[in-house]
């Protein structure tokens, strides 16, 4: 007796249909519960605050919510290595600093801080893959070591944006507002990088399955460390947007990022165990955490009761993206 | 005299103090394919290995078309470029990425268009192997079987840009008899194209079908070489120091068998299986026959783990345990010892207070541990494919279930294991326990006292007795479209 399903594809028995699903997509059925997610946030503040929704509006909502996207990807890159950055938030606070300080009074100076420290980043890469130590441990060891310089550095915040940094973020775009461009390039990059180009294949290689790279001859350490290198632009470009939206800097005030950004990759649809993380989806995820606060706000619900209220829908979106998984999988 | 494609001499290679190759040789020509066969533990994987690259021996010579290769700098990477191309036993495709990119990975492509140049490379080679495989380039390879995910591995390996030297071990494992008819067609073709092959397999029947020469290793030693030609089966296998494996066939009567049903099954249904009615006696031994994926295994999940729809569909009484076949995913604690990988199961009754009990663990443990011939100490990670099988079955018997469900526990295990599993099956029969047992060695099934031979997702026989035979298995798990074609070709 044959099923309706075999008679109709040539395939031969016993081995089962499978759909012709794309390698990696733009947009993948895991990124889904972060874009409802999204929606419906930005459907509720637009029920609640209607003015939100003018250029001027939208401008200021995503110019807030830019160091979270920032902070999503450099986070997706790590769990993408399989590994977790507990020190995300504290290395964008020490980014904020220099670019508040030193970037100011001396730009050499400032950029080649900002560059050591992605070079920074590709040592803990380095670090990790050769030592064989939990990249958990020698993150969160990092943080204070970034804490640390940044406190050094400023004790108590303080500091101006750059004049070409405030210049850069203030742009007249046509169409839609400046904010909306730069989640859209950084995005669009970050897939780039990750989906399309050969490399970004490797890089996804060893995420999955390390031994995979020495079977074929490939080097660990570099993947490892060049997703790590991508990580750290992050960092500094998150440092340097939360510089540009705050007007100055505070080592403290970045701190949250680590753990909204984990969060933000996990609802994107990453995977802890490596290999699998959406930079999109990573992007929808940190906008819709940033979003959310705001909401919040508007919604007048008190800073103590924040927390909690996002760790509900944190824990409902994920119920959603275990759902989505099991309707999704093949066995 | 032209010299051989591949020489290996004196290799040997030691793990700790335990020598795995101790001066293995190894000859391979051009156009020729060499099995290379031993039990587990012997070093044939180990060998592979050198060969690939992938492992640095201790000391060795190793000459690949007369030229003498540099064993301390030579790499996977440099063996791609020789032409040696290997395709692993255990599966190293990347689960996330697309077989295309799969492709990528081992051929990189240096086009703006390299996207679109794999998928065509990935398309060409998996239909010169295995043709009409329906296996989409662009799918994730997560979402491929076991079976599919071979083929990819497989015609990867077949598609190495300048290929001398094709080595494969133990290809055919997840593939289905059709698949591995295709494999072997394919490699007759490169065999002709002047291509040396190793091809390392338990599958004694395929081995004498597909190979010209034979190496067979022992104890990391060579203990015989020659002409494949002439020998039988049962030859073969008393060169690997195996038992006669098939025993004969000693099914119970009806009136001896307790006909109290231990589980049965009426009309369940889900996407993989279509009206499955079965039952299992107590003490009895029932077989799973037909191709790889005809939903053998998506049955015992559904027996051992009943989701709400087919729990109606089941009545069973008392414990279930499970046996797994892939121990790599679903079976073993890699960093738990020996004994506490068997006791899991058991601990609700090592445990009666909620506290274990130290003394009857490790005698429960010890028990199956000499059983099953097990050392104690070794870790998981350092033991052979063989005995952590072992373990994995161990700890099934541990358990003391009412009925044990086997998915495929043989899969590419040693001719020796194998003969003490089946004295441990004659052991069971009769016995408090029952066993469901799925195997994709249709040989196998004369252990059993029925058989059940699936096809699509459907039973398509019972096979009772005197009638269990690898013919009788064989023709109920094709499809008819096929039988009746072959009908009509006589």
Known sequence: MLTTEESQTPRRFGEPANGARRGQALFEVSALPAFLFCAVVVVLIAITEPDTMSAFGIELLLTAAIPAVFAALAQCFIILAGDIDLGLGSAMGLANVVAATLLVSHLAEGVAALVGLIAAYAAIGWLVETFHVPAVIVTLGASFVWLGIALIMQPEPGGTAPNWLSRIYGLVLP???EPVYI???ATGVAYWIISRTGYGVVMRAFGNRPSALTQVGRSRLRARMGLYSLAGICVVLGGLAVTAVSFGSDANASAT????????????????????ASPTGAVLGGLALAFMSSLLSFLNVSTNYQSAVLGLCLVAVFGLRRVLKRGGGDS | MQA???RVTEMSKSYGASPVLSGVTLGVDGAEIVGLLGPNGAGKTTLIKVIGGALPPDHGNMQLDGQAIDLANYSPRMAQALGVSSVQQELSLCTNLSVAENFFLTQPVRSRKWRRACEVTAKRALEDVFPNSGISVSAKVSTLTLAQRQMVEIARGAAAPHLKLLVLDEPTSALSQDRI???HNYLRLVRQRGIGIIYVSHKLDEVLAIVDRVTILRG???????QVEGLAHDDLLSLLGGKATVRSNVALTSDQVDRQPVLKCEHMKTPRLNDIDLVVHRGEIVGLAGLAGAGQRALLHEIFRPSRTTRRALSSRGTIAYVTGDRQAEGLFYLWGISRNIIVTALSRLSPRGLVIRSKADDLAQRWMTQLKLKSGSSIASLSGGNQQRVLLARGLAAEADLLLFDDPMRGVDAGTKSEFYSLLDGLRGSESSVMWYSTEDA???CCDRVYVM??????????GDSISTDNIVHWSFPEEKLLMEAREI
């Open chain 1, 175 to 177: 169409v839609v507002p």
């Open chain 1, 183 to 185: 989640v859209i390039a």
């Open chain 1, 257 to 276: 990022y680590t753990l909204s950004s984990i969060a933000a990759a996990v609802i994107g649809g990453a995977e802890f165990s490596g290999g699998v």
């Open chain 2, 4 to 6: 051989p494609l591949l």
């Open chain 2, 181 to 183: 008819g295709d494999l």
């Open chain 2, 220 to 226: 990391g030693e060579n203990h015989w070489a020659g």
């Open chain 2, 444 to 446: 196998e099934f004369q």
């Open chain 2, 455 to 464: 096809r699509g997702g459907t039973i398509s026989k019972e096979l009772i």
